[in-house]
């Protein structure tokens, strides 16, 4: 792109009309400036010769007066003065000015008349002459004037040096303008402008590397992001079309949000899908004086956000951020996510109250533990089920609410959070479909018949059309269970309980991530991070690096991994000082005893193997206490040379999804738990049992030893078996479900 002409001049015109008005401007107020400067030194010398004069007698031959005009002459252009009545000259100082006085004896006798002084220019030839006249008065009355000349010619010349000056100043401003706003332009402006399209040339010729890069681009970054994502999606489509099309003679196709989305509009035209949840998908906190947007910690939160974003619709959930109500409107709803805007969230009032009953209490010291068979015990208090009951009551409400004047909808409900909401919406709506996804395990009957309550959660439970586990493990769980506690019919051919007239399918559907085939062929990671360049900025120093990321609960094992770490040192010393493990730990439900207690224990325990292996610039054990974003998260899964997943229970467990599919160089090995739902689909991982600390120690051993060859293959695997199973078939498989149900 080129700077055309006409600019270039409007620029110029601009800047000389600037500097043209200060030039005029300045030069008048130095004329005026000069004049004054003249005119009240004239003023001064008359005031001096007035006196002289008054006090000589005999003016004509007066010492004093010739010596005073002597003295005069110091002034560089001072010409001369003379003394004269009506007519009569009666001292001359310079002969010089005598041709002057014939141009004056009009303003003289206007002066002595007037009986007032007064100056003016006067040109005489070349000469511009400055005359001032002052009338001398003997007893009271004037009757002859004083006339000073000065040269005023230096006026002129000092303002054409100002004139001089200032043109020479208007060049270089105009010549540093130019060239800083053509810089401007060319590399504020013309420069990204360019690279968008570069961008667009990309996407035309497929060249997905340029679509990646990361460009300083200024102000235009809200344009150039939108195109990006635009270019994205149409590279996304395009390499969609053609893997489709390869697959379709297989009879196979990958699922990706524009798929599900046409699914959806064919399943459920004209309706609309509600998906209730406690953990909300986005939170509003106070950062400062800013409020910020902020995606918590949750599983849940992972595989349900790309669905909701594909399908559109409604997603109900308790509001937790302390800014959360100060940016929904007066039904507590807002479009999200911020900038894209694909689905409404509404956010319900949880009192301090029942988050301690409801939530904490019940959902995480009963349910949780209760189904997670991790030997800590469940604690069940009649206050804490009374306020799960209520909080159930309100979501049903909200939900009923909503629904009202909607016909046959669909309403997705999340996790053990709302066992009881399922039956209290079929209750009050039985024309509603209604599912529930149970994201943790479902434990034994034996097991589950601890809760005080389990004939009424399994009621609840049953309210609805359709209860989804990860696995049929856990749906068998389940079954035995209702067959055990209630009095129903369990039908184990088709997989379906029956209570009065209420039929409900209980199905396997294992949850996934959002990995499409852009992903899985995606390079932009071949400048991944080496692990010791990333702990370096830990001021650490490092060969190899492993990774485990999750919330700090008693259920992941982490304290376990820690002491297979100390175990592993110790029987391969040459590995001290050359690997570190990095423990991305997510603080959580402080306020329970059991967590807390969770993590005194794994900080305790990565301080003393830190301390037993002590060695300048490094460390075993890197264990970071916080909130870690996708984005912060990233690098190190694509850095590590393994990722450690080692849940002593676990319903799925997607961080073990994601990290394969951070692989894009296909390298690196999982260690996963044989607890975690993961481990039924992931066959390329290293299986462990995570109460074994030798086995988890050779583990890591094996890991990192493993050939390069050896790593491929397995992640190749992981990684197909993920893209074909993603969470867009999921989602599609429960929606399917859902609505074959309806018809």
């Not at 002289?52 to 003016?59: G, L, R, S």
């Not at 301390?611 to 998260?633: A, C, T, Y």
């Amino acid at each position: 792109m080129k700077i055309n002409l006409p600019f270039m001049i409007s620029a110029i015109l601009a800047v000389a009309l600037v500097a043209l008005a200060f030039t005029i401007f300045q030069i008048s107020g130095e004329r005026e400036r000069l004049n004054n400067e003249l005119e009240e030194r004239n003023s001064l010398i008359a005031r001096e010769l007035n006196e002289i004069i008054i006090a000589t007698p005999e003016v004509e031959n007066s010492k004093s007066l010739i010596k005073f005009s002597d003295s005069l002459s110091h002034y560089s252009n001072f010409i001369g003065m003379a003394l004269l009545t009506k007519g009569k000259q009666i001292f001359t100082f310079n002969e010089k000015i005598k041709p002057f006085l014939r141009f004056s004896n009009d303003y003289i006798e206007q002066s002595i008349i007037a009986d007032s002084a007064f100056g003016k220019f006067i040109k005489i030839g070349k000469e511009e002459i400055y005359q001032y006249i002052k009338p001398v008065k003997k007893d009271r009355v004037p009757d002859s004037a004083m006339i000073i000349y000065f040269d005023a010619g230096y006026i002129d010349k000092i303002l054409k040096s100002i004139l001089l000056k200032n043109f020479f100043r208007w060049f270089i401003q105009v010549f540093l303008m130019l060239a800083a706003t053509v810089l401007l332009i060319r590399w504020g402006i013309f420069k990204p402008i360019n690279s968008i399209v570069n961008w667009l040339r990309a996407v035309r010729g497929g060249n997905t590397k340029l679509l990646e890069e990361k460009s300083k681009i200024g102000f235009l970054e809200p344009l150039h992001r939108e195109i990006r994502n635009i270019a994205q999606d149409m590279q996304e489509a395009r390499a969609v079309a053609e893997e489709e099309a390869r697959l379709r003679t297989m009879g196979e196709a990958i699922w990706t949000q524009d798929r599900l989305r046409e699914e959806v509009r064919k399943l459920l035209p004209d309706k609309t899908l509600i998906v209730v949840s406690n953990r909300e998908p986005y939170m509003h906190i106070h950062e400062g004086r800013e409020i910020k947007c902020i995606v918590p910690a949750s599983g849940m939160v992972t595989a349900m956000e790309p669905v909701l974003k594909a399908c559109g619709g409604l997603w109900i959930a308790s509001g937790s951020g302390d800014a959360d109500f100060e940016t929904v409107d007066k039904d507590g709803k807002i479009a999200v996510p911020p900038g894209e805007e694909k689905y409404i969230l509404k956010r319900l009032r949880i009192t301090k109250e029942e988050d301690e009953h409801f939530y904490l209490g019940f959902s995480n010291e009963g349910l949780w533990p209760l189904c997670h068979l991790t030997f800590t015990r469940p604690i069940f208090r009649e206050i804490d089920w009374e306020y799960y009951k209520k909080v159930n009551q309100t979501f049903a409400d909200a939900v009923l609410d909503e629904i009202k004047n909607l016909e046959q909808p669909f309403v997705l409900v999340q996790d053990f959070h709302f066992a009881l909401l399922p039956g209290m919406i079929k209750n009050a709506r039985p024309d509603v479909t209604v599912a529930i996804f149970w994201h943790i395990p479902w434990p034994n009957p034996e097991a589950f018949s601890i809760c005080p309550w389990q004939k009424e959660i399994l009621k609840g439970m049953l309210g609805s059309d359709l209860i989804g586990f990860h696995t049929q493990y856990q749906c068998n769980n389940f079954l035995e269970t209702v067959n055990n506690a209630i009095d129903s019919r369990v039908k184990w051919d088709n997989f379906t309980v029956k209570i009065s007239d209420r039929t409900t399918l209980v199905r396997s559907f294992p949850i996934s991530i959002a990995f499409t085939l852009k992903d899985y062929d995606n390079h932009k990671y071949e400048n991944t991070l080496l692990p010791g360049e990333l702990l370096a900025r830990y001021n650490l120093s490092a060969q190899y690096m492993g990774i485990g990321v999750e919330r700090i609960d008693y259920t992941k094992g982490i304290a376990e991994r820690f002491l297979a770490i100390e175990h592993f040192l110790n029987n391969n010393p040459e590995f001290i000082g050359r690997f570190t493990f990095v423990q991305l730990g997510a603080p959580s439900r402080m306020v329970i005893k059991s967590y807390s207690d969770t993590i005194s224990r794994v900080e305790s325990e990565a301080a003393r193997i830190n301390q037993k292996f002590k060695v300048k610039d490094w460390m075993p054990i890197l264990l970071l206490v916080r909130h870690h974003s996708h984005e912060e998260i990233a690098p190190f899964y694509k850095a590590a040379n393994f990722c450690m997943v080692t849940s002593l229970h676990d319903g799925m467990n997607l961080v073990a999804k994601e990290f394969v599919a951070s692989r894009n160089n296909n390298d690196g090995v999982l260690i996963l738990s044989r607890f975690a739902g993961a481990s039924r689909e992931l066959k390329g991982a290293l299986k462990i049992n995570p109460y074994d600390t030798v086995q988890m120690s050779e583990a890591i051993k094996l890991a990192l030893e493993m050939p390069k060859k050896t790593q491929t293959h397995r992640m190749q695997q992981m990684r197909q078996q993920i893209v074909e199973n993603n969470i867009y078939l999921w989602a599609a498989r429960i929606l399917r479900t859902m609505v074959s149900i309806q018809s």
